[in-house]
């Protein structure tokens, strides 16, 4: 994840401190002043302050994330509109195709879900309202960043190889800014088993009015529920669900 620097250097730290325990089960104080590359000094004040706030809990060695930030994220998702706008539409192409579908928006360097509407097959596709997302390998990400200037992608990307996940997973930025002008074109994304083994997910953008790219919706499935031949048609039902979301936006 990319770090952000503000004039408020406090406020830099505690969100450090979050986004490094973010993917962790737990770290101990040696492992976050590492980790986050902090002062002892400051990182042993930081975290027990954070911790009177509820933002962390300590179990003997280990911080975690506290369940204030729950409370808080759960008031935050309430408060985005576009969430309950969505649902019906989300819910309508879930029946439709049967497959795992997902709202989602930039927060920061990485998208993140916000509502999550599970399959009515026995396969379930590991996710989370909630969860951060690779920006480069996942379908939701990429529908996103194609339609940002080429600064804003410039700046979310930087100049180094992009990490791999998967065999099929896109590392470099040139060859990414090639797919983004093709996915421009087309009007949607599609992560080929880039982001997880297995697992394929068609992505659109969402507009507000105004022509502003302001969140994405997708499907999800494993490889054989998204089959080569029917990818074009099960796009075409996300683009149709995005334009009716855009309509309810009005």
Known sequence: ????????????????????????????????????????????????????????????????LGLRLYELGNKAVEQYDIKKIAHPVLAALRDDTNLTCHLGVLQGSSPIYLTKLESPQAIVIRSWEGKRLSL??????????????????DDLLGDEQLPRFTDTTITDVNELKKQLELIRQRGWAYDDEEDSQGVRCIAVPVFNPQGQVIAAISISGVAFQIPDDKREQLAERVMLASKELLGRLR
């Open 136 to 153: 480069h390998s996942s379908g939701l990400g990429k529908a996103i960043m194609a339609w940002l200037s080429p600064a804003e992608v």
């Open 1 to 64: 994840m990319k770090t952000i620097s503000t004039s408020v250097p406090a406020l830099d730290k505690v969100v450090r401190v979050c986004d490094f325990l973010s993917d962790k089960n737990g770290a101990t104080f040696s492992q976050i002043f590492q980790g986050v590359g902090m002062a002892k000094s400051s990182t042993s004040s930081l975290l027990g302050a954070m911790v009177a706030h509820g933002l962390l809990r300590q179990d003997n060695d280990k911080y975690y």
